[in-house]
């Protein structure tokens, strides 16, 4: 059974160092042709897909995001990690993380975690 | 970026109406893949590669479309259909269209 599950700070002021982790099981990201990626929502809008990670460390970002975001996984390959810099208010969102592979559909996702950035 | 345009935005169907959903892509691409999101609820895969059903999805749904126009099709409204969906490409980094709200009339 495939499942994620996405942690993060729930509150963090304006210029801070956004840290999310993403956690999951019944797959293994050593797997070839195995990816994770991140993905938000703000509040009634759509999707934005942020940056992932495949089994082999290649890691792929949002160009127009790139400058502010690192994307990680652990050495046990359970775990991805995602930073982004310099946060402000326009990065308020619900942040996802979601399993995939290098035909780019997202076949399981984390239930999401909400982030606000506010002073 | 490949911008994708969804189209309408918002809709209301009948139960037993036939409802189609459309997708337009600012480049031609090779697949259109779609999501279901329930309110408070994660996107779930829905139909991917323009045309296959995940897992669990009623065969009253179908995808179709190539180049840079797509269309998710409901063959007969019901109750439960009621969601946003989202068209998403990935033939450059993944992009998402602003979704189409389909309402129970």
């Known amino acids: 059974q495939v499942t994620l599950k996405e942690s993060g700070p729930g509150m963090l002021q304006p210029s801070k160092t956004l840290s999310l982790t993403c956690s999951f099981s019944?797959?293994?990201?050593?797997?070839?042709?195995?990816?994770v990626s991140w993905i938000r929502q703000p509040s009634g809008k759509s999707l934005e897909w942020l940056a992932a990670?495949?089994?082999?460390?290649?890691?792929y970002y949002n160009p127009s995001l790139k400058s502010r975001l690192t994307v990680s996984k652990d050495t046990s390959n359970t775990q991805v990690f995602l930073k982004i810099t310099s946060v402000d208010t326009a990065d308020t969102a619900t942040y996802y993380c979601?399993?995939?592979?290098?035909?780019?559909?997202?076949?399981?996702w984390g239930p999401g975690t909400m982030v606000t950035v506010s002073s | 970026e490949i911008v994708l345009t969804q189209s309408p935005t918002t809709m209301a169907a009948s139960p037993g109406e036939k409802v189609t959903l459309t997708c337009r892509a600012s480049?031609?691409?090779?697949?259109m893949h779609w999501y279901q999101q329930r309110s408070g609820a994660s996107p779930k895969l829905w139909i991917y590669?323009?045309?296959k059903l995940a897992s669990g999805v009623p065969n009253r749904f179908s995808g179709s479309g190539s180049g840079t126009s797509y269309s998710l099709t409901i063959n007969s409204m019901e109750t439960e259909d009621a969601a946003t969906y989202y068209c998403?490409?990935?033939?450059?980094?993944?992009?998402f269209g602003a979704g189409t709200k389909l309402e129970l009339k």
């Open positions: 979601a399993r995939h592979n290098y035909g780019w559909y997202f076949d399981f």
């Open positions: 019944g797959f293994s990201l050593s797997t070839s042709g195995m990816v």
């Open positions: 990670i495949d089994w082999d460390g290649d890691k």
């Open positions: 590669e323009t045309s």
């Open positions: 998403q490409q990935g033939s450059s980094y993944p992009t």
């Open positions: 480049s031609s691409v090779s697949y």
